[in-house]
């Protein structure tokens, strides 16, 4: 299982999105590695992550009190 690094850069930073981006990818690769060593096909597994990021989206956009803020100082 691949350790998600804290963020280098302060939340106004654009490095920020693109190390968050290349952070993202590395954990995606790696459920799906694992899913398919289990014996998931790797369409499926492609569909339902996107599905579940969608759903992930719109919880979160649709819940206007939430407090939106970086979870650590850098």
């Known amino acids: 299982m691949t350790n998600i690094r804290s963020p280098r850069f302060t939340a106004e930073d654009i490095g920020r999105s693109?190390?968050?981006?290349?952070?993202?990818k590395g954990a995606i690769i790696d459920?799906?590695?694992r899913a398919i060593a289990a014996g998931w096909r790797?369409?499926?597994?492609?569909?339902?992550?996107?599905d579940a990021a969608e759903d992930y989206v719109i919880f979160l956009a649709t819940k206007p009190s939430l407090k939106r803020m970086a979870a650590n100082n850098n």
């Open 18 to 24: 693109r190390e968050c981006e290349s952070v993202c």
């Open 31 to 33: 459920v799906v590695r």
């Open 42 to 50: 790797e369409e499926e597994i492609a569909l339902h992550l996107a």
